[in-house]
């Protein structure tokens, strides 16, 4: 089962715009991850935010973590046509061994 | 290897035929995982392996499927008997730590047709 649910499914937007996408999640978490899903192509981790953590950075993505609402959103910053792909959110739930939940994920299209 | 090496890239089988999925990940990681992703929805947990003990196996969801990791490194995910339902991209990652604290490495699957 999925635990994340994301919001939105897909999301169309143009070159230099930014993106927002979010993540709710239903149980406690020990850390949470998005990852990059090309078409056809596996996932690639982008970043991850422990559970004491609130917000994160890596280049033009920006992460932030609410527990008490458990949601996360993924910010990308002044979009590239190279943006386009899935973004999913996952979860390590706290007591449910080492598994990453995945949520079922946005599809981002950045038109040039 | 430089990433995890998932092979066949891509299997068609018949239905009832078995199969065989390999997944080859990174040298020294010690966690592997196996995801299953239906069309155009997130991955669901498979299985999971910390070295040659498979500690977590709550999401194959039949007793057709099978997986193992003899020596510690290299995976196989069976399926017996396949059926269409079975159809869908199978995701091998593997991870250097035993517990959640670091991302995954994904390979880039094996996408599994069933006819």
């Known amino acids: ?8 499914q897909a999301l169309s937007i143009q070159e230099g715009e930014n993106a927002t996408m979010n993540c709710s999640y239903k149980t406690s978490i020990n850390n949470l991850q998005w990852y990059r899903q090309n078409s056809g192509r596996g996932l690639v981790h982008l970043i991850l935010i422990r559970s004491n953590e609130r917000e994160k950075h890596s280049g033009r993505l920006r992460v932030t973590l ?10 990308i910053t002044a979009s590239r046509a190279a943006d386009t792909a899935s973004y ?3 979860t390590d739930e706290d007591n449910a061994g080492n598994m990453l939940t995945f949520g079922g994920g946005t599809r981002l ?3 040039p | 290897g430089a990433g995890v090496s998932q092979s066949p890239r891509y299997k068609v089988a018949k239905r009832g035929q078995d199969v065989a999925l390999r997944c080859d990940p990174i040298s020294g990681h010690v966690s592997l995982f196996w995801y299953q992703q239906a069309l155009g929805q997130g991955p669901e947990f498979l299985t999971y392996f910390q070295n040659e003990a498979q500690l977590d196996k709550s999401g194959l969801p039949s007793d057709r499927f099978f997986a193992e990791r003899p ?5 196989t995910l069976k399926i017996q008997r396949t059926q269409q339902e079975d159809s869908a991209v199978y995701l091998c990652a593997s991870s250097p ?4 604290t670091m991302g995954y490495t994904f390979g880039s699957g094996t996408r599994l047709t069933v006819v």
Do not use: I, Y
């Open chain 2, 71 to 75: 020596e510690g490194s290299v995976s």
């Open chain 1, 88 to 90: 999913f959110c996952a």
């Open chain 2, 97 to 100: 730590s035993g517990t959640g």
């Open chain 1, 66 to 75: 609410d527990t008490s609402k458990k949601s996360s959103s993924l910010l």
């Open chain 1, 1 to 8: 089962s999925q635990q994340g649910e994301e919001d939105p």
């Open chain 1, 109 to 111: 299209m950045v038109k």
